[in-house]
C-alpha cells in the first residue's frame, strides 16, 4: 500500500497548524498584537494584523483543505520570509535572546522549505485540488 497521499495530508495539516493557532490568538488578542506590530515597525498595524489573521487562518484552512495549494504555499513562504526578517533578527538580539530568536528564525526556514514542497510537489491526491481535477504538474526529480 502507498501511504505517500496519506502523509501529503498530514504534512500539509502540520505545516497548517502553526499558522491556524497562530492566528487564533492573534484573533483573541487584537489590541496587543497591534501593539507589537507597531513595536515591529510594520506600516499600517492596525490593517497588517488583519491582514495576517487572513493569510494565517484563511491559509492554514486552504492548505488543509488542499485548495489552491500551490498558490497558497507561495503565500505562505512570502507570509513567513516577512514575519522571520521583521520579528527575529537574531543577530540583533542580546546574548539571553540570542538562541531563541535563531531558533525561531530556523523554524520559520524550515516551514518555508515544507511549503516549496507543496508549492513543487502540489497537494497530493487527498485535496481540493485534485478532486477538482486541477492539473497535478507533478515535478520530476532527476
Not at 15 to 44: C, D, H, Q
Not at 51 to 79: C, D, P, S, T
Amino acid at each position: 500500500m502507498n501511504a505517500a497521499p496519506q502523509m501529503m495530508l498530514v504534512g500539509r495539516i502540520l505545516l497548517a497548524t502553526i499558522f491556524l493557532v497562530a492566528g487564533i490568538r492573534k484573533l483573541m488578542a487584537i489590541a496587543g498584537t497591534t501593539a507589537y506590530m507597531t513595536k515591529l515597525g510594520f506600516p499600517m498595524p492596525e490593517v497588517m494584523v488583519w491582514v495576517a489573521l487572513i493569510v494565517e487562518i484563511g491559509g492554514g484552512l486552504a492548505l488543509i483543505a488542499g485548495w489552491q495549494a500551490r498558490r497558497v504555499a507561495w503565500l505562505m513562504i512570502l507570509f513567513t520570509a516577512i514575519a522571520t526578517l521583521m520579528a527575529h533578527r537574531f543577530w540583533e538580539f542580546d546574548a539571553a535572546q540570542y538562541a531563541n530568536q535563531m531558533n525561531h528564525f530556523l523554524k520559520n526556514a524550515a516551514i518555508m522549505g515544507g511549503m516549496l514542497y507543496i508549492a513543487v510537489f502540489g497537494p497530493g491526491s487527498i485535496s481540493v485540488d485534485e478532486r477538482a481535477g486541477a492539473p497535478s504538474r507533478r515535478a520530476v526529480i532527476t
